[in-house]
């Protein structure tokens, strides 16, 4: 070829030999180490976690299979007896859990629709800074500020409610910080083209916005449940415990799963409280599984209308 | 339905930098008027500007005057949401709601507008993408994701949204750059079945495409980065790529730089 299409020769610079050449040996090992390394971690991450769930289904499974477990209390049964069931402590998290969420999703979508869709300046600055901040409070730290709120400053009693406003510290920023990230998610383009068509800026965000990342906030939103539903230290100083039912969240120490482990580990060397433990901790797992899987099918109806 | 625009002395920022520099210019309505220049010259910026779309960027401003039929558009008692229901705009790239279908993509400006008569929707979806020239390829798949068709389909359905609406203006930002040959034939027959109805305004990169779409082109440059753009020369297509009076559009129409 002799016409020259670039102003300089590239085939100059070529090196000398032939050019398409087996990879080198050194490659090839560093390659296969690599891979090994990467495979061996994965295996090593995941004994932990089958070992886990195998350890709390074979030794929570007789009792929270037994029929009484969904409908029963503790009420009366001591810690030398089998029998009596979980639902005192079931009704207890799922109002705790539930009161949380109905006041912290609303409030954390519209957090993170402020921080993305509107956001600009030293308030959103603070606001970014404080959700970070509140990401970072342990537990103990929620419960013993809504102690010092509502029964020192108050005068109320402990009651559940405060454990679910505990709760609600906890999951706000868990919600805010997947909800924002999934809204930046969202192609300008969309945006864009929604405001082209003379859509005002806040129907564009409720019409297109958050249906196009409501998959991804759904998500947020069961990490956010999922952490809390399994607090220990805002039931342990807000409400305490109680082995009979309250579905009271307002009223009298209330039943929760954490609540049980605690309550039944103490007796934990006597086979029927060990059970009971076990149990508890299987149930907290499929709470958290089956809200997983509703929601799931939920997002998955909203959204069919354009993935059939 | 066409309305005519008039650029007065209209500067276009971002923030403290003059990305386009004192454009005057009449677009005629019922035309096709072609935006053509070197990348980075302000074509798109002041296409942005016409409905109102450049303030939603950071810091985006204007000066100077856009009168739609003599009605300024950046008047204070203008809406700018009323300014693109009026004013409608296709990207570059197609870019229909994933979350839709076919039908409700076509519909979502009706809808999100606040229109609840389903036999009217029905009516405008259709007349619409016989409008856009995808009605006899979609009609029997209108519940269908709009993610499932091709580019040049999308685009067309970008287009059959945008005029759902019923705007007056149809600005549209290279809206073939993203197409093979072929779908950008579609659309080019289909601005010239467009310009019945509308005005429109395009910004191309593709001056054979200025040259077959257009009625009056539009020739930008800039004098160097971080320079604003300006406008060279607006004259009849026919004159710009025949007789142009500015060297520079001369020397950018033949290739000699840009």
């Known amino acids: 070829m002799s016409t020259t299409f670039l102003s300089h020769d590239i085939t100059a610079s070529a090196p000398a030999g032939p050019l398409l050449i087996p990879a080198s040996r050194g490659r090839r090992i560093r390659n296969q180490l690599a891979t090994a390394f ?83 300046g030293r308030l959103a600055n603070a606001v970014a800074f404080t959700v970070d901040v509140l990401t970072g409070i342990p537990s103990i730290v929620a419960a013993l500020f809504i102690y010092a709120l509502l029964i020192t400053t108050f005068g109320f009693q402990r009651q559940g409610f405060a454990v679910s406003l ?94 049980m482990i605690v309550n039944e580990a103490t007796n934990i060397t006597l086979k029927p409280a060990e059970g009971r433990v076990w149990g508890a901790a299987l149930t907290l797992i499929l709470i958290v599984l089956v809200l997983n899987l509703a929601a799931r099918l939920i997002a998955r109806s909203t959204t069919s209308r354009g993935k059939k | 339905m066409a309305k005519r625009i008039d650029l007065s002395s209209l500067s276009v920022f971002y923030g403290k930098f003059r990305a386009v520099d004192d454009v005057n210019m009449n677009i005629e309505p019922r ?75 076509v519909a979502s400006g009706l809808r999100l507008n606040g229109m609840r008569d389903r036999k009217k929707i029905t009516e405008v979806v259709e007349k619409s993408l016989q409008g856009s020239g995808l009605w006899k390829e979609v009609q029997d798949r209108l519940n269908k994701p709009a993610s499932g ?84 020369e607006m004259d009849a297509t026919s004159r710009i790529f025949s007789t142009p009076s500015e060297k520079a559009t001369e020397d950018y129409i033949s290739g000699r730089f840009g």
């Open chain 2, 31 to 105: 035309s096709v008027t072609a935006f053509i220049g070197p990348s980075g010259c302000g074509k798109s910026t002041l296409l942005r500007s016409l409905n109102r779309m450049h303030e939603l960027a950071g810091r985006g401003r204007i000066e100077g005057k856009v009168l739609l039929d003599g009605t300024d558009l950046y008047a204070s008692n203008v809406d700018p949401v009323s300014v693109r229901r009026t004013i409608g705009m296709v990207f570059q790239r197609p870019n229909p709601f994933p979350t839709m279908s076919i039908f409700d993509n």
């Open chain 1, 166 to 259: 505990a709760l609600v510290l906890l999951m706000i920023p868990v919600v805010v910080r997947t909800t924002e990230e999934m809204l930046k998610l969202v192609p300008n383009d969309l945006r864009e083209a929604s405001l082209a068509l003379g859509v005002p800026k806040y129907r564009t965000i409720l019409r297109i916005v958050v249906p196009t990342a409501l998959p991804g906030i759904i998500t947020g939103i069961m990490l956010g449940i999922a952490r809390v539903i399994g607090e220990t230290a805002p039931l342990l100083i807000l409400v305490g415990y109680s082995k009979s039912i309250n579905n009271n969240l307002f009223s009298g120490f209330q039943g929760s799963l954490p609540g």
């Open chain 2, 149 to 232: 068709l091709s580019g040049g389909q999308q685009q067309r359905l970008c287009i059959a949204r945008a005029i759902a609406v019923q705007p007056q203006v149809l600005l549209m930002d290279e809206p073939c750059s993203a197409l093979d040959p072929i779908s950008t034939l579609a659309i080019e027959e289909l601005i010239h079945e467009l310009k019945q109805q509308f005005t429109i305004v395009i910004v191309t990169h593709n001056m054979q495409q200025a040259a077959r779409v257009s009625d009056t082109t539009a020739f930008f440059n800039i004098a160097g980065t971080g320079k604003p753009g300006k406008l060279i």
């Open chain 1, 38 to 120: 990467v495979g061996a971690s994965f295996v090593v991450a995941l004994i932990p976690l089958v070992w886990i769930l195998t350890e709390v289904v074979v030794k929570g499974a007789p009792d929270v299979f037994h029929s009484s477990w969904w409908t029963h209390s503790q009420n009366g049964v001591t810690e030398r007896r089998e029998g009596g069931g979980a639902f005192h402590a079931i009704s207890g998290s799922v109002l705790q859990t539930l009161v949380c969420a109905v006041i912290a999703v609303p409030l954390s979508l519209l957090v993170a629709i402020f921080l993305v869709e509107y956001g600009k």
